[in-house]
């Protein structure tokens, strides 16, 4: 049997109660949870060059914890020479144990280290509550070897969460430790 990670320990024994007596809500299935975090890392320029989809594809392994899949293109867009079925990104779903370890590792070790960190925006909900978070650098994650790293590539991170309201998300988040811009 897997040990259980810090922060789902947490949210089971204390955050839930919390948030059941702040928001008011009176069935205890109807507090928002963490349901999935998903990993998405766009690499246009891998086109000229397969290598780079295979360098980020090894440190995006390292960094989620499992292997992305690879993304192809929909489309066919002729400015940037992109044909229909091409490889042009990675994503992968972190769910359960993996997911609450990426979100603690992200919140405690990875947001703190990034350059001129200041919190992130509370403007990035998208109206059903999940949250979306772009990330500039790849390599804050202290998985990421920096000699190996040719150059810093962006990665979307995207929170699923359980509920159907922003306030209620952003409530969660804050309690399992995120830390938004003060106003």
């Keep these: 049997m897997q040990n259980t990670p810090r922060l789902k320990k947490e949210y089971n024994e204390k955050i839930r109660q919390e948030l059941l007596k702040e928001l008011n809500i009176k069935n205890i299935m109807a507090v928002p949870k963490l349901e999935k975090i998903i990993v998405n890392v766009g690499l246009g320029e891998a086109i ?6 295979d360098d980020m594809l090894e440190d995006i392994a390292m ?4 292997r992305p899949v690879k993304t192809k293109s929909k489309k066919a867009i002729s400015n940037f020479k ?3 079925g ?3 990104g990675l994503k992968v779903t972190l769910r359960n144990n993996k997911m609450w370890e990426f979100f603690d590792r992200l919140v405690n070790i990875v947001l703190p280290r990034t350059k001129d960190f200041r919190g992130v925006s509370d403007r990035a909900f998208d109206g059903r509550g999940n949250y979306a978070l772009g990330l ?3 390599n804050v994650f202290p998985e990421v070897d920096p000699n190996k790293v040719t150059r810093a590539r962006g990665m ?3 929170f699923t969460i359980s509920g159907n309201s922003d306030e209620q998300s952003k409530v969660l988040l804050t309690k399992l430790g995120m830390p938004f811009k003060k106003k």
């Design 156 to 158: 979307q991170v995207i």
């Design 48 to 53: 000229k060059d397969s290598k780079i989809l």
């Design 63 to 66: 960094i989620a914890g499992q």
């Design 136 to 138: 500039k650098e790849h």
């Design 86 to 88: 091409q490889d042009i």
């Design 82 to 84: 992109i044909r229909i």
